[in-house]
Nanobody, 120 residues
Framework: VQLQASGGGLVQAGGSLRLSCAAS????????RGWFRQAPGKEREFVAG????????AYADSVKGRFTISRDNAKKTVYLQMNSLKPEDTAIYYC??????????????WGQGTRVTVSS
C-alpha cells in the first residue's frame, strides 16, 4: 500500500488542523492505520491508530481528548483531527499502515511526512 499525507500547516496554539492520508492499492481495507510524529531532535513517536474496520482506536496519552483518528474505507483515507493544538505538537506527522497491537501500531508501510507547526 502507498500512502500520501496532506493537511499540515502553521496554526496558532489552541487552533485545529485535520490531516489526511490517502492510500492506493487494493489491500487498503486489510490494514490497520495510524499516525506518528517526529519533533526536531526527538525520536518518532506513535500518535494514534485505528483498526481496519474503524471499530478500535488507540491514542498516545499526550493527545488523548484532543486528537481524533478516523477512516473512510470507501475513500481509502484516514484522518487525524487535531484540536486544542499546543506548541509541543509541532512535528512532522507521518501516516502509516500496519497492525494495531493494543495501544500501539506496528507499522509496515510509511507515507511521506506533513509538517505541523503550532505557534505560541
Amino acid at each position: 500500500v502507498q500512502l500520501q499525507a496532506s493537511g499540515g500547516g502553521l496554526v496558532q496554539a489552541g487552533g485545529s488542523l485535520r490531516l489526511s492520508c490517502a492510500a492506493s492499492g487494493r489491500a487498503f481495507g486489510s490494514y490497520d492505520r495510524g499516525w506518528f510524529r517526529q519533533a526536531p531532535g526527538k525520536e518518532r513517536e506513535f500518535v494514534a491508530g485505528v483498526s481496519a474496520s474503524g471499530g478500535s482506536t488507540a491514542y498516545a496519552d499526550s493527545v488523548k481528548g484532543r486528537f481524533t483518528i478516523s477512516r473512510d474505507n470507501a475513500k481509502k483515507t484516514v484522518y487525524l483531527q487535531m484540536n486544542s493544538l499546543k506548541p509541543e505538537d509541532t512535528a512532522i506527522y507521518y501516516c502509516a499502515a500496519g497492525v494495531l497491537f493494543g495501544d500501539k501500531l506496528s507499522a509496515t508501510s510509511w507515507g511521506q511526512g506533513t509538517r505541523v507547526t503550532v505557534s505560541s
